[in-house]
Antibody
């Protein structure tokens, strides 16, 4: 059973960088066949795709966030990470990591989500 | 990029009703369309992928159809457990992923 788990600080100051890590179990990021993705959801609002990374390190980002986002992969730890720079209160959200299938283009499974609040 | 427009934004129906949610893409996406169910405080759950393929374990009263730019999610007989918010999502190898705005389904 594939499981994903987000981890990282729950509170980030404005203008700083938000950093989260997703640890994957039950599947190997190195095996290929999937992208590894980050999605966020502000309280009471819809879902926003942030971007994804492939095992090779190739990335694809949401154009609206591209200038501030870096997603990287550490195959030795079976983890992938999100860095979002210059955060503001508008970046406060639950952040999810998820696996994207090449053959389906859909997100499954998802992590449970991590609430990140941007506040001084 | 590709925009996804979902309607209605909310709907209220009775147990046993047939319910349909529509998702329209700003350009053709073939069958690269998925549907998710999200309950409060939980991560979204995959229901349908490739527009009409039912994810394992999902009740058969849920079904998806469509291709190109117009897609539907149908619940043939609404049950209390179906009270949730539903999202469509497209996948494009160049533009990435985009979600619809969501449809909140309430039981009367």
């Amino acid at each position: 059973q594939v499981q994903l788990q987000e981890s990282g600080p729950g509170l980030v100051k404005p203008s700083q960088t938000l950093s989260l890590t997703c640890t994957v179990s039950g599947d190997s990021i190195s095996s290929g066949g999937h992208y590894w993705s980050w999605i966020r959801q502000p309280a009471g609002k819809g879902l926003e795709w942030i971007g994804h990374v492939y095992t090779s390190g190739t990335t694809n980002y949401n154009p609206s966030l591209k200038s501030r986002v870096t997603i990287s992969v550490d195959t030795s730890k079976n983890q992938f990470s999100l860095n979002l720079s210059s955060v503001t209160a508008a970046d406060t959200a639950v952040y999810y990591c998820a696996r994207v299938g090449f053959s389906s283009g859909c997100l499954s499974p998802w992590g449970q989500g991590a609430l990140v609040t941007v506040s001084s | 990029d590709i925009q996804m427009t979902q309607s209605p934004s909310t709907l209220s129906a009775s147990v046993g009703d047939r319910v349909t949610i529509t998702c329209r893409a700003s350009q053709s996406i073939g069958s690269w369309l998925a549907w998710y169910q999200q309950k409060p405080g939980k991560a979204p759950k995959l229901l349908i992928y490739k527009a009409s393929s039912l994810e394992s374990g999902v009740p058969s009263r849920l079904s998806g159809s469509g291709s190109g730019t117009e897609f539907t999610l149908t619940i043939s007989s609404l049950q209390p457990d179906d009270s949730a918010t539903y999202y469509c999502q497209q996948y494009n190898s160049y533009w990435g992923l985009t979600f619809g705005g969501g449809t909140k389904v309430e039981i009367k």
